[in-house]
């Protein structure tokens, strides 16, 4: 079993920052990519900022020079930084992890159960 856990999240004005944390735990033997997507009342799922299996980071445009992603790999951990805030991020922010589990070596992908970010004007 695999617990995918979020912290961070909440209500700031337009300019502010706010820092996700994600950590995920449990039965793993490596992950590949692990980061963040994001659901806004009415629109799909998106892509946010992510690490990719060889280490490389993935943002949305719409987020590149405000978001930073990082990670520290010794606790399955990512974070990401949002500076700059505008009330276009205000969405559901979701964990992704896409495991390797010990036993059985499988590839499994994990979600976290959300955050809610919310910027006023």
């Known amino acids: 079993q695999v617990q995918v856990v979020e912290s961070g999240g909440g209500l700031v004005q337009a300019g502010g920052s706010l820092r996700l944390s994600c950590a995920a735990s449990?039965?793993?033997?490596?992950?590949?990519?692990m980061g963040w997507y994001r659901r806004a009342p009415g629109k799909q799922r998106e892509l946010v900022a992510g690490?990719?299996?060889?280490?490389?980071?993935n943002y949305a445009d719409s987020v590149k020079g405000r978001f930073t992603i990082s990670r520290d790999n010794a606790k399955n951990t990512v974070y990401l930084q949002m500076n700059n805030l505008k009330p276009e991020d205000t969405a559901v922010y979701y964990c992704?992890?896409?495991?390797?589990?010990?036993?059985?070596?499988?590839?499994?992908?994990?979600w976290g159960q959300g955050t809610q970010v919310t910027v006023s004007s």
């Open positions: 449990g039965n793993i033997f490596s992950i590949g990519f």
């Open positions: 690490f990719t299996s060889s280490g490389s980071t």
């Open positions: 992704n992890a896409n495991v390797i589990l010990t036993t059985p070596r499988l590839s499994v992908a994990y």
